[in-house]
């Protein structure tokens, strides 16, 4: 297959994008924004006094990954843990009114929701509170989650985001990926640089630039450009492609676009469609999210790769963790 990534070619495989069925299994998360003024600086400490006049919810971790993905299909369906607390019953509210399917959402009475508080002020975040639980998923919970698995139906695809918040364990990710071989589904992974999980057989798998050398074991080093020369990011390509034993490796670089690496092919290169960059927050999700969904509909790997390019570039000109919309990549995509 020869790829083409012409508007036309690109804009047809968007379309298809609705007519399938992917699975996002990973870390659930809440995004809190809270939006307010500063006008002084405390005289308490050296830090500025904020005045909050509004806050906002949305999902988050792998919740994002499924909020972008139910951007262009109805077909969408997410597999997680959250706490019994307000905010994992908020983060379930918020899934179920976009239209997203919760039944593979395990609700853990003894593990609180992870959540990343963000307060932003005349349009910068001033700080950013954590509160999370990493505790493991249990083997009687994994099983549980691979017995629902089995029983969902068939789908096109399955998207693992892991933030290593414990959710995705050996046994479960075993399970998973027997699942995909089995069925011969399309499996793509967005992995936490310090996992140790095997991936091995998974189509896809999405590191960006700093986690592709910390999961290489490699110091990270200062790009280089041309990207095509950049001889420690190759190499770290070359690690993982041997290690992971993927089909294919899509580092994301950030302004710099996206590196794609496949088994006994030279390098590709897509350079970055962002037109300016307001907040990178969620564009890995972005990209993993429509790279997925471009081979579920029949893409090549490089024109899957442009429309993930595309789709982060308009991500990264938003405030907050967002998501691209159909109307928006098509319209990217139509202006080259």
Known sequence: MTPDCRPARL???IREFQHKRILIVGDLMLDEFIWGKVTRISPEAPVP???VASESYYPGGAANVARNVREFTPETMVMGRTGTDTYGRQLT???AESGIDTRGVLQDSSTS???KSRIIARNQQVVRVDRECTSALTAEQAALSLSWLEKMGPVDAVIVADYGKGVLTQFFADGITEFCRRNERILTIDPHPHSKLNWQGATAIKPNRLEAFLAAGMPVSDAVLPVLSDKPLLEAGRRLMERWQARELLITLGEHGML??????????TPTCAKSVFDVSGAGDTAIAIYTLALAAGAHSIEAAHLANHASGVVVGKLGTAAVTFAELMNDVGEG
């Open 93 to 95: 509210k918020l899934l």
């Open 113 to 115: 929701t992870t959540v």
């Open 260 to 269: 794609l690496c496949r088994a006994g092919l030279a390098p590709h290169h």
């Open 49 to 51: 006094v904020v005045n």
């Open 11 to 13: 804009q047809a495989l």
